[in-house]
């Protein structure tokens, strides 16, 4: 292990030389994190306007960081699932809006909502099947964020996004709910 070594009078002579007419750099006035968190101005006699975070950051989709940073790794298991394949449009809305509320009351924070991701589109020369064209478009894949943002569910929802590969990837949603009141 090597120890620094003290600098000689000729170089600290030399140093303060050269930083003679150097001014200080002025911080910048810290800017608020994006997210839900408002800033305080906290003013003091004589000085600029500086903000001050009143809470932690928050990711742009209403989360703290380390919990959507869990959330992209997949690293949180998820309180409870509901799998709507199969299902039509009018019962998978029932499904979910009874799942949703049922889970808020129970206290789950992370859903897990598998949708499957639909068919691959037509092959230009294939025929037109409205069945299988029903199938490729990912119906519910593409209408339940919908779904969780109309006012019925929107309370309860604080986050939703597409779940990591482990829980189903494109085909399955993380709904992250908000904190019941109390």
Do not use: N
């Not at 199969?86 to 789950?108: D, I, N, P």
Request: glycine share 10%; hydrophobic share 40%.
């Amino acid at each position: 292990m090597s120890r620094r070594r003290e600098p000689t009078d000729e170089e600290r002579a030399l140093f303060k030389s050269a930083l003679k007419g150097a001014l200080p750099i002025a911080k910048p006035a810290a800017r608020p994190k994006t997210g839900t968190a408002k800033a305080k101005i906290k003013i003091v006699a004589g000085a600029d306007i500086v903000p001050v975070m009143s809470a932690r950051p928050r990711a742009p989709g209403g989360l703290d960081g380390r919990t959507a940073e869990r959330l992209r790794r997949g690293a949180q298991e998820p309180d409870a699932r509901i799998d709507l394949h199969g299902m039509t449009k009018s019962a998978a809305h029932r499904a979910l809006v009874t799942f949703v509320r049922g889970a808020a009351m129970r206290g789950c924070r992370l859903l897990l909502i598998v949708t499957g991701k639909g068919s691959k589109p037509a092959a230009v020369d294939e025929p037109f099947d409205l069945e299988a064209e029903r199938h490729r478009r990912g119906v519910l894949r593409s209408i339940t964020p919908r779904w969780l943002s109309e006012p019925e569910l929107a309370g309860f929802v604080a986050d939703v996004r597409t779940a990591h590969r482990r829980h189903g990837g494109e085909g399955a949603l993380y709904v992250y709910l908000s904190k019941p009141p109390r």
